[in-house]
């Protein structure tokens, strides 16, 4: 008598529809917040990057009493350098002072991304980062029209 008394349920058509298209819509916001994330840590990494090659180019600043040279910046900021900027790829009595970072980090955004080279001041194709050795200013190589996902122009960091 008890098995005649059940009654078997099941889900209807309907009810597995609606399921269906509610993970749709879960699933496509998650993909849109990994997208979003792509572009945050790029932006996070220049972000990064910039402060650190600062910070050296004041940790320079302090031990030389002047800015690296814009033609020698590379190497002035590698190697071992004396108290007037010269430089050597060891140190030695008088090229006591840094290397002030390991390598030019390459530039995480924008069309140049992944160069490493500088130029001076203003946008020039092909290369990472804008350098002005009066000033000391140090910047992403970007146009005007490269933005990160909120909007601010990447050359302003």
């Known amino acids: 008598m008890l098995l005649q008394n059940r009654i078997r349920r099941a889900f209807t058509l309907v009810e ?14 998650i993909i849109g917040l ?12 220049l972000k990064d990057n910039l402060r650190a090659m600062r910070s050296a180019i004041q940790i320079y ?7 690296p ?5 590379e190497a002035q900021m590698t190697q071992y350098t004396d108290a007037t900027g010269n430089t050597s790829p060891t140190q030695t009595g008088t090229h006591r002072f840094g290397p002030y ?8 955004v924008g069309l140049n991304r992944g160069k490493n080279t500088v130029t001076s ?27 990160d996902p909120d909007g601010n122009v990447y050359h302003t960091f």
């Open 34 to 45: 990994f997208n979003n994330t792509t572009s945050d840590a790029a932006s996070g990494s």
């Open 121 to 147: 001041t203003g946008y020039a194709d092909g290369y990472g980062w804008q350098y002005d050795p009066t000033t000391g200013d140090f910047r992403a190589n970007c146009q005007l029209t490269e933005t």
């Open 69 to 73: 040279t814009g033609t020698s910046f």
């Open 16 to 29: 597995i529809l609606i399921v269906v298209i509610i993970m749709g819509v879960i699933a496509t916001i």
């Open 61 to 67: 600043a302090a031990h030389h009493g002047t800015y």
């Open 101 to 108: 970072i390991l390598q030019m980090p390459p530039l995480p």
